[in-house]
């Protein structure tokens, strides 16, 4: 049977959440999300980032966070700012599009923003009421290109948003991912006070579904709760996403989760790098794009699913690997083996 590295959520969940799940299966609580696990895991959760007047929602995937966030957030005339590799431009299938916003594309190689790219774009919509109005800069962490971003870039995204009014948003979806990278110096304290909304990925690092949307600006808190509702993202079992951030929150669980995952790939980064290969982006998180041969990517295929990312040439392929929290020693290793025989 082959080993998957095409994502990280091929497996179901951590064991101490099906535990959790279990254990308090048939004591009923509130629906909706008032349940006593949901409004504990969001204290937990504001006390990890130091932030009381947070406001925090679950909802059940990355997509549905990213529609209602941006929908909810902006007006009918306001648009994003996304980088081109941005998940809600690649693959969401113009979800944000299709709730009336448009989202503004800009080419960076890493996956990054930063406020040299954003000036062009605020520069070139000057022409109200005729154009489109950017308000909001939605970035990922890691990005989808496994890139992060550090603590001063992040700092210098914030204020270049504050001095031109806009609102930054950050895609959790692997955050964990991005924080425990052995580079990084952000924290999730100062995540949270650097974005005006940003959230916390369960689907990738443990959880069966969920993602946690934290609000940290005031002024976009009120009525949020109308906008989860309409969408259709309100679940009446809120209890199922509660107990799962519990869980991931407890002891710190997400982030050993993310950390282990990241610490596979870098194995399979370390080895490759040793052997001369090249990377299409320099990551330290749990993708890693590197640069091989198409004979290699044949043999490497009959043990393990991956995507062929790009193209480099008619000899040579980037490939993309995801390893995931309970990405197994023998499964990197196995890699690696091949790694060794065939470079």
Not at 80 to 95: D, K, R
Not at 132 to 145: A, D, F, G, H, R
Not at 231 to 248: D, N, P, S
């Amino acid at each position: 049977m082959k080993f998957s590295f095409k994502n990280d959520y091929s497996e179901g969940c951590h064991p101490n959440i099906l535990q959790a799940l279990l254990q308090y299966n048939l004591n009923q609580q509130a629906g909706y999300g008032e349940d006593e696990y949901s409004l504990q895991a969001k204290e937990l959760i504001k006390t990890k980032i130091n932030k009381t007047d947070s406001e925090i929602y679950f909802v059940s995937g990355g997509t549905q966070a990213n529609l209602i966030v941006i929908s909810s957030v902006l007006k009918p005339y306001q648009c994003a700012v996304s980088a081109s590799t941005g998940h809600i431009l690649n693959n969401e299938t113009g979800a944000i599009e299709a709730t009336g916003h448009k989202v503004l594309s800009i080419e960076t190689e890493d996956g990054k923003l930063r406020p040299s790219d954003i000036v062009p774009v605020l520069e070139s919509h000057k022409n109200a009421p005729h154009q489109v109005m950017p308000k909001m800069v939605y970035i990922s962490n890691s990005t989808e290109l496994g890139t992060i971003y550090l603590a001063q870039e992040l700092e210098e995204l914030s204020q270049f948003c504050k001095q031109n009014k806009l609102y930054l948003f950050m895609d959790g979806a692997r955050l964990g991912h991005g924080l425990t990278a052995e580079i990084s110096d952000l924290t999730l304290e100062k995540v949270a006070e650097l974005t005006d909304i940003f959230y916390l990925g369960g689907t990738k690092n443990g959880a069966l579904i969920g993602e946690a949307i934290v609000i940290n600006n005031p002024s976009l808190q009120e009525d949020f709760a109308f906008n989860i509702k309409q969408k259709g993202a309100l679940l009446a079992k809120g209890r199922v996403l509660g107990i799962q951030f519990l869980e991931l929150m407890k002891n710190d669980l997400y982030f050993d989760l993310a950390r282990n995952a990241n610490q596979q790939a870098m194995k399979i980064k370390n080895t490759l790098q040793e052997k001369g290969v090249k990377f299409l982006s320099d990551t330290y998180t749990n993708q890693i794009f590197p640069i091989v041969s198409n004979d290699l990517i044949q043999v490497l295929s009959e043990s393990f699913e991956f995507y062929v990312w790009k193209k480099v040439n008619e000899e040579f392929s980037a490939i993309r690997l995801i390893t995931s929290w309970s990405t197994s020693d023998d499964a990197v290793n196995r890699f690696i083996d091949i790694i060794n025989e065939k470079l």
